[in-house]
């Protein structure tokens, strides 16, 4: 079955900083990668995500990169905001009925003002 | 339109009880998921549902750990002889195969603590 790793498991910045985190898959049949976030005592949220056909994709300060060919994607935030502060989790999904989605383990993102 | 909603929010029991928590996914999501999150830890897959297919229960930690979804609608996981490691919070997800394909809108959980 698909793997999904996640890196790093907890990432501290300073506000307006930048901020990646980094996933790899296994299996190339997933061809769709959300990412969603998570504040503390809140359920998690679809924030951004990607399609296996595209090779970028950007929303405001944040955006998605997909390297198919590597099997990995990426989150990128820009200047960060203490609202920022959350567990942030890929996954990666099968074609709708194919197979189940897949997390990754979460990156608590720690934004200091 | 209507989100996923689950039953009950909160629920106390003593170690030993069943429980059963519900999860109404929106309507006409014919994928469903259950996950466990301890406190401060990431989501553990428990089981899916999709559509009239046979349910993926490789996740489901013991043959204490049951769910069904009647109708391809509504599910229900039940827990059997309860312990204090099954604390944690339970979530509920669904998805379509519409737009956007495959994203999953969680339910806020339940929050099962086992004394």
């Known amino acids: 079955g698909e793997n999904v790793e996640q890196h790093p498991s907890t990432l501290s910045v300073q506000e307006g900083d930048s901020a990646v985190i980094k996933c790899t898959y296994s299996d190339s049949a997933s061809n769709y990668f959300p990412w969603y976030k998570q504040e503390l005592g809140k359920r998690p949220q679809l924030i951004i995500d990607?399609?296996?056909?595209?090779g970028e994709k950007k929303d405001q300060r944040i955006a998605v990169t997909l390297n198919k060919t590597a099997k990995h994607f990426s989150l990128h935030i820009t200047e960060t905001q203490p609202e920022d502060s959350a567990v942030y989790f890929c996954a990666a999904s099968m074609p709708l009925g194919a197979g189940k989605s897949t997390f990754g383990d979460g990156t608590t993102l720690t934004v200091k003002p | 339109g209507a989100g996923v909603s689950q039953s009950p929010s909160n629920k106390v029991t003593e170690k030993g009880k069943d429980v059963e928590l519900r999860c109404d996914p929106i309507?006409?999501?014919?994928?469903l998921y259950w996950y466990r999150q301890s406190l401060g830890q990431g989501l553990e897959f428990l089981i899916y549902?999709?559509?009239?297919?046979?349910?993926?229960k490789s996740g489901l930690p013991s043959d204490r750990f049951s769910a069904e979804r009647t109708g391809g609608s509504v599910s229900t996981l039940t827990i059997q002889r309860t312990q204090q490691e099954d604390s944690a919070v339970y979530l509920c997800?669904?998805?379509?195969?519409?737009?956007?394909?495959?994203?999953?809108?969680f339910g806020p959980g339940t929050r099962l603590l086992v004394l």
């Open positions: 309507s006409g999501h014919t994928a």
């Open positions: 549902f999709q559509g009239n297919s046979a349910p993926d």
């Open positions: 990607i399609r296996s056909n595209v």
């Open positions: 997800a669904s998805s379509s195969i519409g737009s956007p394909q495959g994203t999953q809108y």
